[in-house]
């Protein structure tokens, strides 16, 4: 059985910091593509970042270029975002996502004062 399970959400000010893992069981993780996604009320769900199963390649969406990292630690089957210069267009709820298939339950983020 896969299961995603995202942590590290919560509330955080303006121009503040959040880190999310995703901890993965039931792949082969080493050799998944893993992704973030969010959605924010209303919007549909989109990519915020992606990263291949090594870590070399790794795309960003515009909106967070220069301040979200996204990275990986396949000994731990674990993939990170760090959430830098948060701003409040950044609430939503973000997805862990895998091999273009499978999907965590998601963890709420919002940046608000």
Same mark, same amino acid.
């Given at each position: 059985? !896969?299961?995603?399970?995202? %942590? *590290? #959400? +919560?509330?955080?000010?303006?121009?503040? &910091?959040?880190?999310?893992?995703?901890?993965? =069981?039931?792949?082969?993780?080493?050799?998944?593509?893993?992704?973030?996604?969010?959605?924010?009320?209303?919007?549909?769900?989109?990519? !915020?970042?992606?990263?291949? %199963? *090594? #870590? +070399?390649?790794?795309?960003?969406?515009? &909106?967070?270029?220069?301040?979200?990292?996204? =990275?990986?630690?396949?000994?731990?089957?674990?993939?990170?975002?760090?959430?830098?210069?948060?701003?409040?267009?950044?609430?939503?709820?973000?997805?862990?996502?895998? %091999? *273009?298939?499978?999907?965590?339950?998601?963890?709420?983020?919002?940046?608000?004062?």
């Amino acid at each position: 059985q !896969v299961q995603l399970v995202e %942590s *590290g #959400g +919560g509330l955080v000010e303006p121009g503040g &910091s959040l880190r999310l893992s995703c901890a993965a =069981s039931g792949i082969i993780f080493s050799i998944s593509p893993m992704a973030w996604y969010r959605q924010a009320p209303e919007k549909e769900r989109e990519l !915020v970042a992606d990263i291949s %199963s *090594g #870590g +070399g390649r790794i795309n960003y969406a515009d &909106s967070v270029k220069g301040r979200f990292t996204i =990275s990986r630690d396949n000994a731990k089957k674990t993939v990170y975002l760090q959430m830098n210069s948060l701003k409040p267009e950044d609430t939503a709820v973000y997805y862990c996502h895998s %091999s *273009g298939r499978y999907w965590g339950q998601g963890t709420q983020v919002t940046v608000s004062s």
